[in-house]
Structure formats: structure tokens, C-alpha cells
């Protein structure tokens, strides 16, 4: 138990220190060559501390606190350092430098002062390249430091001790068995004569009662608090459920540990518990507030006296079974840890701890076999009406219950072969990984609910948000789902830092490693960290925002108020759009620290990818820019490709949208564009041409058809005067005159409507004016030629007859 408080504070302590790292004290960074010299004997010390094979576990753990510490400095000073050398360097160039003997001689004071900066940029690039190496050092004595640890960790799990059922260690029991009695009866008797002596006979039975009576009134507290949190929530909403798991657990283990803190402060403020014993109180309170809170979770979440509140659907009876398996487990667990620690203060021997260990192991593993497999998710009705099956989504019962008996066959199985430290380790860790899976799903199910509390729909918190904040509905909404997600993300990574903790990864390993991916490591010669990484993709969005900003006020405010076609706004919102990306990019680069040269190399790289697989892309994205530039093709233009006709809708990186009449959208790569064949119909300006075609018979007068023509265009009024519309003979054929009416108008966008205007016109005029010849008469089918058509079929028959019966 008092192993597992630790690593639970390990774990906190990593969180603290990562997020709080900048707020607290550190030392002041070593400034000078003299200091840095004294922190490279002191870490060559401790390098050679570290190499030695009886070094502790406590030695290794302090010495790597102290590490960390020089590391944090040793990099304040080299970023301190490096500024300043550059700053050196900038000067020393200025001054330019010193001249040969041929050229004239410089002056005294100036070959002074470049002799004082190349000195000064010495001592500066020396402290920098002295600084870095130390931080190396001590990054790497923190490596070996955290190996070392693991390999004790491992050393001490693994070594191999008396097996449960070897008759030789229960009869080393039965040696040492009345000497460990009789030095349990001396702690004993020393406990009871201390407490008579501080408070005499009557106050040590007065405090006895005290104590008894203190758990009975927390365990009464308890109770009532349990039955006041069921008063209040009166519906089982997604909400409820967690909170009133969340305070059964609060009350199961805040008032039980109230107790025995008042009972350990007040044992220990007497003096009535022996040093020897404070350890055996500790895990004694400390392991009833251990139960208390497994029993809270258990009601909580498994609700066995309230179904609808149960928060993992099992059936009543498993809930039940649940709750008194996990308090069970619980309280043999605690006598466990209290027996081992009860035989580290009385001094028992060796037999004695391994035998008690190993049947602590052997009853606890027993205990959660038979609950694994009595687990089932269903009732013995629902699999005598459907079978046995698994639900859907909850695949995951069947992955623990496979884990949960791995776990437990190597725990007996090590405990058998005499591994019982590797044993006992694999229990606590049972039921440490089902303690923080049970808090991470309570926790989880507690922030997607009250998520959804705060964003319900008809809520007034959703309201007060949308007021303050100014943002939809919709993406409040989003918001909320993106908070669940990084809450859940945070949770699980607490949970994995708290499950692996007692794994010998150490929390200080964890945090070294998030360590160095915020603040930077090196390879080569880049240093990549998540803190740049991040500034340069904050720098990037920042000016694709503000490319974005500015592109909007240019086509909302600005380019309305002049005189620039469609096309030419679009091309300087494009091009302006693509120079904010290219800038954003450099700048962004630039913060990551990229010089020239790597840039040079990365693009190097680029080229050869682009000779093999992107020939395609990049050739469709520079005739997009000759799009732009040569304004050929314009968003608004009317164009012809192939058989597609239609507008100009946007011309993007890749490829061009067109608009069709059928509002349908052709996507062409802008290379068919510059390569291909196109037909612009507004290239040089919008007018268009207008053709009315008119065949009419021989006999009508073609200079009254050409008037009529004629007069039906110049009355309408977007038929352009200038050129005037004109009438065309095209061709006299032997039956008809094909005339043609030519005009135009000065928008090509109305070129279909007038062409249906003037047919509409010239068909009414051909109608009214007579100018059509009336149709000939149709032959009437008369009753005289009927009976003509009968005559001739009477007589065909009798011929057709002889044919077919031959």
C-alpha cells in the first residue's frame, strides 16, 4: 500500500513539474568559465558515482534530481550565451578583416579592437560549445542513470526464493516460527507498557474506545452521506450517474481517512505508538481508506440496490457479486500489506515473509479467478433465449478477461516457482490497473456529461456562451466535442503514466522524455522540440489568417470600387493569396531554424520526387500562375473545351472550375488549359454575334423578308445599331430561299435570350404577313377506293390458298 501511495505521488509530482517547471525556483544559470569547469568535475564525479555496482537505489535517485538540475542550467546558459556570440560575431564582421601586407595598413585602435571581439567571441563560443556538451553529459548520465534503476527494479523482481509449496520453507517456518512470535510479543508488550506509561491504564483504554468509536461514527458518516446523495438525484440522467459515483467514492474514502489521520496525529502527538509500529498504523489507517474507496467506486458505478443507475450493464446479480469481490480483494490486500510490514518491525525472518507473501498471493489471485470466471454481461435468461453471445461494442470484456487471466496464471504460476516478489507485483497490479481503469471511466463518462450538460440545446448555458462568446450554435457545439476529445486524451495519459509507474518506468523517465520532446534534442545537426515546432505552425496559421484577411478586404472593400474586371480581381486576390503562403512559409522555416543550406538540400529532395511524381502536379500549378499572369482565361469568362460550354468559376491551385448552362461543374487541369485548344468567347470583350436562320419557299418576295428581318431586329433593344444588323441570302435552293439575319449584341450573356426573342418576333411577322404559301390539300380515303382495296384482296386470296396447302 505505501508503495502504491508513492508511485500514485510520482506520478502527480510529474504532472506538477512538467506544467509548473517554468514557475518554480531553479538555480541561477553557471555564468563563466570557472563555474562551468566546476560543473564538469562535478559531473565526471558523479559519472564515475554512477558506474559503481553497490550503489542504492535512494543514491541513484538523488543524484538524478541533481542531474536534472544542471541540465535545466547548463542549457540557460548556453541559450544566455549564444545570443551574445552572435551579437560578437556581427560586430567583428563589420570591422571587416585585417588587411595584407600589401594593402595599406590599418590604424592602431582598430586592430585593438578587432583583437578584443575575436577574443571575446572566443571566450563566447567556447562557453556555448562547453555549456551544450555539459547538457549532453548530464542528459546522458540521466539516461544511464534511469537504465541502472530499471535494472535493479528488474534484479529484485526477478530473484528467485523458496517456492509456496516447498516442504523445506514450511519447515524453516516451523524453526523460526517461536522466536518471530516471541519478538511479536516484546513489540507488543513495549507498545502496551508506552501507552500505559504516557496516559496510564485508563487513558489507553479511553483512547482505544476513542478510536473504535471514530471509525464506527465514519462509518456511519458514510452511510449517511450515501443516503443523502441518492435523496438529491432523484433521475438517472448522463450527468447524475457520475457525480453520484463521484461522491460515493469521495465519501469512501474522505471520511474513513479523516478518521485515521485524526487517529495517527493523535497516536503519534501521545506517544503511545512505537517507531517501530508507526509504519504498521500507517498501512493500517491508510489501507481502511484504501477500502472505503473501492467499495464507493463499486457502489458508484455498479449501483447493485439501483439498476437504472448502473453505470456498466452487467445483470443484478454479477453487479452484487462485483461489489463484495472488489471489497474482498481489497481487504485482503491491506492485510497483506499490514502482515509484511508487521514482520519488517518485529524482525521475522526471511521464511516467515516469503510464506506469509505467498499465501496473500495465492488466496488474492483465487479470489479474482473465481470472479473472472463467473463475470458474464448477460443473464441466464437472455442466453437461454439467444445463446450465448457478445454484445456489440463490447468486445473489450472479452480482451480484459483474457489480460486479467494471463495476469493471474503468471502470478500463480511465479509464486509456484518460487518468483513471489514477481507474483505479488503482478496481483497489486491487477487490481492497481482495475482501480485507475474504474477512475478513468467514471472521470471520462463525468466530463462528456457535463460537456453536454453545458452545450444541451434548450440550456442557458449554451445561451450565456453564445452571448459572451459570440460564436453559433453549431460551433460551440464543435467545440465541445474537440474539449471531450483532448479531455479524454489528457485522462488516458494520466491513467498510462499511473499503470506504468510501478513498471520501473519512472515517472522522472516519462518526464525527461516529454521533457526533451518539448524543449528540444538534437540530431545532427538540427534541433527539433515540440515548444518550435508548434511556435512555427502558430507563425504559418497567423499569416495564412491574416493572407486571408487581407484577400477578403480586398474583394469586399477595395477592388468593388475600381474599375478592374472580374478576372483581374481575381487574379490579384490569387497571386496575393499565394505570396502571403509562400511568406508565411519562409517565416515559419525560418523560426524552425532552417538555414539556406538545409533548405537547398530539402529542395534538392523535392526535385527528384517532382521529376517522378509530381511532374503531373506541379505542371498543372505553374499553368495555373501563367493563368493568372497572362489573364487568358478569367473567372467569368464564357468558354468552350471540348463539348463542355460554360463561366469561369474560380481557377485554383490545381485546376479551373466551369459553370455550365446545365448547372453542372467541369473541373479542368489547368494544364489542358494552357496546352489544350479553349474557346473564348469574351477574350477580347462580350459582344457577341446573333444568327437567325429563316428558310422560306421560292415563291415570297425577298426584299419584303429581308425588311421584315431587318425591322424585327433594330425594334429590339439590345440589338447592337453599330454595325447595323444586316439581312443575308445564303442560298436558293429548288424549292426554297434560305435567308440568314445577322446582328449583335453587347453582352454575350443575353446572345441566347435575343436569338429566342427574334424567332419568337420573325414568326409572328411570317404568319400575319402571309408570306408562307398555304399547304397543299391532303388526299381524302374515300368510300369508292375502299371497295376497290377489298376487290383486289378477294382475288388475291384464292391464289394465296393452293401455296399454302402445298
Same mark, same amino acid.
Given at each position: ?466 452571448? +459572451?462568446? %459570440? &460564436? #453559433?450554435?453549431?460551433? *460551440? ?5 474537440? $474539449? @471531450? ?5 489528457? =485522462? ?98 525560418? +523560426?524552425? %531554424? &532552417? #538555414?539556406?543550406?538545409? *533548405? ?5 529532395? $523535392? @526535385? ?5 511524381? =509530381? ?113 443575308? $441570302? ?6 426554297? =430561299? ?69
Amino acid at each position: 500500500m505505501k508503495n502504491r501511495i508513492s508511485a500514485t505521488a510520482a506520478a502527480f509530482a510529474a504532472l506538477l513539474f512538467l506544467f509548473c517547471a517554468p514557475l518554480r525556483a531553479q538555480d541561477p544559470p553557471p555564468n563563466g568559465r570557472t563555474q562551468l569547469d566546476g560543473l564538469r568535475i562535478e559531473l565526471d564525479q558523479i559519472e564515475a558515482g554512477v558506474d559503481k555496482r553497490d550503489v542504492s537505489d535512494a543514491h541513484l535517485a538523488a543524484t538524478r534530481r541533481r542531474l536534472e538540475e544542471l541540465a535545466v542550467s547548463l542549457r540557460g546558459t548556453a541559450d544566455e550565451a549564444a545570443p551574445r556570440a552572435e551579437t560578437l560575431r556581427a560586430r567583428l564582421k563589420e570591422i571587416g578583416p585585417k588587411p595584407d601586407d600589401k594593402g595599406p595598413p590599418e590604424s592602431a585602435e582598430l586592430g585593438r579592437e578587432r583583437e578584443e571581439r575575436e577574443k571575446a567571441l572566443k571566450e563566447a563560443d567556447d562557453t556555448v560549445r562547453l555549456a551544450r556538451r555539459l547538457a549532453v553529459q548530464a542528459d546522458q548520465l540521466i539516461a544511464a542513470i534511469a537504465d541502472k534503476r530499471r535494472a535493479i527494479f528488474t534484479d529484485h523482481l526477478f530473484h528467485r526464493t523458496s517456492s509456496i509449496l516447498s516442504p523445506r520453507l514450511w519447515m524453516d517456518v516451523a524453526m523460526d516460527l517461536p522466536g518471530d512470535a516471541a519478538a511479536a510479543g516484546v513489540i507488543l508488550r513495549d507498545a502496551a507498557s508506552r501507552a500505559t506509561e504516557r496516559v496510564g491504564v485508563l487513558g489507553a483504554s479511553a483512547a482505544f474506545v476513542a478510536v473504535l468509536i471514530v471509525l464506527v461514527l465514519a462509518a456511519a458518516a458514510r452511510q449517511v452521506a450515501c443516503r443523502f446523495v441518492k435523496a438529491k438525484l432523484h433521475r438517472p440522467t448522463a450527468l447524475a450517474m457520475p457525480l453520484s459515483a463521484l461522491a460515493f467514492a469521495f465519501a469512501g474514502f474522505a471520511l474513513p481517512g479523516a478518521a485515521g489521520f485524526l487517529v495517527y496525529q493523535a497516536a503519534t502527538g501521545l506517544g503511545i505508538v512505537p517507531l517501530r509500529l508507526e509504519p504498521v498504523l500507517i498501512n493500517i489507517l491508510g489501507g481502511l481508506a484504501f477500502i472505503g474507496l473501492v467499495r464507493g467506486l463499486a457502489d458508484g458505478i455498479l449501483a447493485p440496490d439501483r439498476p437504472t443507475w448502473r453505470m456498466v450493464l452487467v445483470p443484478n446479480d454479477t453487479a452484487e457479486h462485483l461489489v463484495r469481490v472488489a471489497t474482498g480483494t481489497a481487504v485482503l490486500l491491506v492485510l497483506g500489506r499490514t502482515v509484511e510490514t508487521f514482520n519488517q518491525a518485529i524482525a521475522a525472518g526471511l521464511p516467515l515473509t516469503l510464506a506469509t507473501r505467498g499465501i496473500f498471493v495465492a488466496v488474492i489471485a483465487l479470489t479474482i479467478a473465481r470472479q473472472i470466471r463467473t463475470f458474464r454481461t448477460h443473464t441466464a435468461e437472455d442466453v437461454a433465449a439467444f445463446g450465448s453471445y457478445v454484445p456489440k461494442g463490447r468486445t473489450w470484456y472479452g480482451l480484459g478477461r483474457i489480460a486479467a487471466w494471463l495476469a493471474l496464471v503468471a502470478a500463480l504460476g511465479a509464486a509456484l516457482i518460487g518468483f513471489l516478489a514477481l507474483a505479488s507485483f503482478l496481483i497489486d497490479q491487477i487490481v492497481w490497473t482495475a482501480l485507475v481503469g474504474a477512475v478513468l471511466v467514471l472521470l471520462i463518462k463525468l466530463v462528456d456529461a457535463s460537456i453536454e450538460a453545458a452545450l444541451a440545446p434548450d440550456g442557458k448555458p449554451l445561451l450565456l456562451l453564445q452571448t +459572451s462568446v %459570440g &460564436l #453559433s450554435r453549431k460551433a *460551440l457545439q464543435q467545440a465541445g466535442v474537440l $474539449l @471531450s476529445g483532448f479531455s479524454r486524451l489528457f =485522462l488516458g495519459g494520466l491513467a498510462v503514466l499511473l499503470v506504468l509507474a510501478p513498471w520501473g518506468v519512472e515517472s522522472g523517465d516519462l518526464l525527461f522524455s516529454l521533457r526533451s520532446a518539448v524543449f528540444g534534442f538534437t540530431i545532427g545537426d538540427v534541433t527539433i522540440s515540440f515548444a518550435t515546432v508548434f511556435s512555427a505552425v502558430a507563425v504559418f496559421v497567423i499569416g495564412i489568417v491574416l493572407t486571408r484577411s487581407v484577400q477578403r478586404w480586398l474583394k469586399v472593400r477595395f477592388l468593388p470600387q475600381t474599375e478592374m474586371d472580374a478576372g483581374l480581381k481575381n487574379s490579384v486576390t490569387t497571386g496575393l493569396g499565394y505570396v502571403g503562403f509562400i511568406a508565411a512559409a519562409a517565416i515559419s522555416m525560418s +523560426s524552425l %531554424g &532552417l #538555414s539556406l543550406d538545409k *533548405l537547398a538540400i530539402v529542395a534538392g529532395a $523535392l @526535385s527528384v520526387g517532382i521529376g517522378f511524381g =509530381l511532374q503531373s502536379i506541379v505542371n498543372n500549378f505553374v499553368s495555373g500562375l501563367i493563368l493568372l499572369w497572362e489573364r487568358s482565361i478569367r473567372v467569368g469568362d464564357l468558354v468552350i473545351v471540348g463539348s463542355d460550354q460554360g463561366h469561369v468559376r474560380r481557377i485554383n491551385v490545381r485546376s479551373t472550375e466551369i459553370d455550365t448552362f446545365d448547372r453542372a461543374t467541369v473541373i479542368v487541369p489547368n494544364s489542358n488549359l494552357v496546352s489544350g485548344v479553349v474557346k473564348n468567347r469574351v477574350y477580347s470583350d462580350r459582344t457577341s454575334r446573333v444568327v437567325v436562320a429563316l428558310p422560306l419557299p421560292r415563291e415570297v418576295d425577298p426584299d419584303r423578308v429581308a425588311a421584315m428581318l431587318r425591322e424585327a431586329a433594330e425594334h429590339h433593344p439590345d440589338v447592337m445599331e453599330d454595325p447595323p444588323p444586316r439581312v443575308l $441570302l445564303k442560298t436558293i435552293g429548288g424549292s426554297s =430561299l434560305d435567308f440568314e439575319l445577322v446582328c449583335f449584341v453587347a453582352d454575350v450573356d443575353v446572345a441566347v435570350r435575343v436569338t429566342s426573342d427574334l424567332n419568337f418576333v420573325i414568326w409572328r411577322r411570317v404568319q400575319g404577313d402571309g408570306l408562307l404559301p398555304p399547304p397543299p390539300p391532303r388526299p381524302e380515303l374515300g368510300v369508292e377506293m375502299t371497295r376497290e382495296v377489298e376487290v383486289r384482296l378477294t382475288r388475291a386470296r384464292p391464289e394465296r390458298e393452293p401455296e399454302e396447302s402445298r
